[in-house]
């Protein structure tokens, strides 16, 4: 805990994994970045120190933030197992993938065959591991869920079994695509409550997201 006012250390991690088959293919998802820079952008304003974990993005990173980037959820893991013990906040927006493949070729893979199967096991959990890590000592721990169904009742799984301070759900569906700069539909949810959102800007949210890492951080 620290003294109102006083700047604070935040991780953010934020974008997509790649878990690459080959030199050139890879498999990836359609997170774009966007909230985890404007949380760090905005959270620079307000004179925290900032470190951005990125996955690849087409984002300008934000001024006054120290930015590393990663590509496979294994390198993620690696970087914010570094960056922990610095941090008195971590906030994952990072979209993981879970599963990567087997085996990564070294050479291309060629298309002389009539089908190709491809083994994937699972990447860890990073926020997980945190979470289990970090009972006892204070730092507090945001995390992000983008659900296709039963919003709630699977962000409310989430926020317990990865020991989280509170999540931040979104929904997704065909009408409602909550990638890039799109306002969207959610809720923050934390053990006590839900508060939900309709239309929200990322950047009003960001700003949400960081009052409350504030409240939770500084002694009242
Ligand atoms: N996360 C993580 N490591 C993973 C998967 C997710 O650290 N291997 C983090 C994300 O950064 C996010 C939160 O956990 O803050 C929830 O991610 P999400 O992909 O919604 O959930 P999963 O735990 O992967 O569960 P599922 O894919 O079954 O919904």
């Not at 985890?36 to 300008?60: F, N, W």
Request: charged fraction near 30%; proline fraction near 4%; include cysteine.
């Amino acid at each position: 805990m620290k003294k109102k006012g006083r700047q604070l250390k935040i991780l953010i991690t934020a974008g997509p994994t790649r878990e690459y088959l080959d030199p050139v293919r890879f498999i990836s998802n359609a997170s774009s970045g966007t909230i985890g820079y404007l949380l760090a952008e905005q959270a620079a304003k307000r004179r925290h120190k900032i470190v951005l974990l990125s996955g690849p993005t087409c984002l300008r990173r934000p001024a006054k933030v120290k930015c590393v980037t990663f590509e496979s959820a294994r390198q993620l893991k690696a970087e914010v197992d570094r960056y922990f013990n610095w941090a008195d906040c971590v906030i994952a927006a990072a979209a993981v993938g879970d599963f990567r493949p087997n085996n990564i070729s070294r050479q291309k893979l060629k298309k002389n065959r009539n089908n190709l199967t491809l083994k994937l096991v699972k990447n860890p959990d990073i926020l997980k591991a945190l979470g289990e890590k970090n009972r006892g000592k204070n730092k507090a721990l945001v995390g992000f869920a983008l659900e296709t169904n039963s919003l709630y009742r699977n962000a409310r799984l989430k926020l317990k079994s990865k020991y989280l301070d509170f999540i931040v759900a979104t929904k997704l569906s065909s009408k409602q695509l909550p990638f890039g700069d799109r306002p969207i539909n959610g809720a923050i949810i934390s053990r006590s409550c839900i508060d939900k959102f309709r239309r929200m800007s990322k950047t009003r949210l960001a700003r949400i997201i960081l009052d409350r890492v504030e409240n939770l951080c500084y002694i009242l």
